[in-house]
């Protein structure tokens, strides 16, 4: 089982990028996705992420400027990212939530698995 991010980059601030995280070897398509993201010298923090129904969560530092989306036929999420910052920069990674998720803990990453190698965005400004 993995699950591949890519699309990351280099973007000026205002801009946007959009980044992919492609599942292989198992479908989740009945599973929620998240997205996180890591800062240098900092800790993973929640991004955002999307129920199998398509239910989405926030960071409020992403909210309105960032969205999640899913593609079940093709096992893929996606995160759009617009109006970048040069705070948004990080390396992002994609997960599968897991049986700890819930309300109190969507947003930790020990609730979800699988953890994909990540995907360098850089934004300048």
């Known amino acids: 089982v993995q699950l591949q991010a890519s699309g990351g980059g280099l973007a000026q601030a205002g801009g946007s990028l959009r980044l992919a995280c492609a599942a292989s070897g198992r479908s989740f398509d009945t599973y929620v996705m998240g997205w996180f993201r890591q800062a240098p010298g900092k800790q993973r923090e929640f991004v955002g992420n999307?129920?199998?129904?398509?239910?989405?969560y926030y960071a409020d530092s992403v909210k309105g400027r960032f969205t999640i989306s899913r593609d079940n036929a093709k096992d893929t999420v996606y995160l759009q990212m617009n109006s970048l910052r040069p705070e948004d920069t990080a390396v992002y990674y994609c997960?599968?939530?897991?049986?700890?998720?819930?309300?109190?803990?969507?947003?930790?990453?020990?609730?979800?698995?699988?953890w994909g190698q990540g995907t360098q965005v850089t934004v300048s400004s």
């Open positions: 999307i129920g199998f129904s398509g239910t989405t």
């Open positions: 997960a599968v939530g897991n049986r700890y998720l819930s309300g109190s803990s969507y947003n930790k990453d020990r609730a979800y698995d699988f």
